[in-house]
Nanobody, 124 residues
């Protein structure tokens, strides 16, 4: 079994900062890309948008709306991915989900795993 557990969400005023963490645990052979997606209020699961992702070699990719404000990083030794969010805006309000491509053995391909999500609320 593999688990992704997010932490660090909460309420903040516009212009403020938050740092999200996501730790993977369980039967992990290797972790590929890790990242963050968000689901805004009223949106369906299929409408989750990419916030940021980072490959196992630390190549990063960001959604257009967060470029220059958010920074994704990872600690491979701790199987953890972080999201530093600065200059937060009300439109950043969403549930933020951690995602990781994880292989549970050398004989199996990677599969996507999701965390339960952490709420971020940005007030104006």
């Amino acid at each position: 079994q593999v688990q992704l557990v997010e932490s660090g969400g909460g309420w903040v005023q516009a212009g403020g900062s938050l740092r999200l963490s996501c730790a993977a645990s369980g039967s992990i052979f290797r972790i590929g890309a890790m990242g963050w997606y968000r689901q805004a209020p009223g949106k369906q699961r299929e409408q989750r948008e990419l916030v940021a992702r980072i490959s196992s070699s630390s190549t990063t990719d960001y959604g257009d709306s967060v470029k220059g404000r958010f920074t994704v990083s990872r600690d491979n030794a701790e199987n953890t991915v972080y999201l530093q969010m600065n200059s937060l805006k009300p439109e950043d309000t969403a549930v933020y989900y951690c995602n990781a491509d994880i292989r549970t053995s050398a004989l199996r391909p990677g599969n996507p795993y999701w965390g339960e999500g952490t709420q971020v609320i940005v007030s104006s």
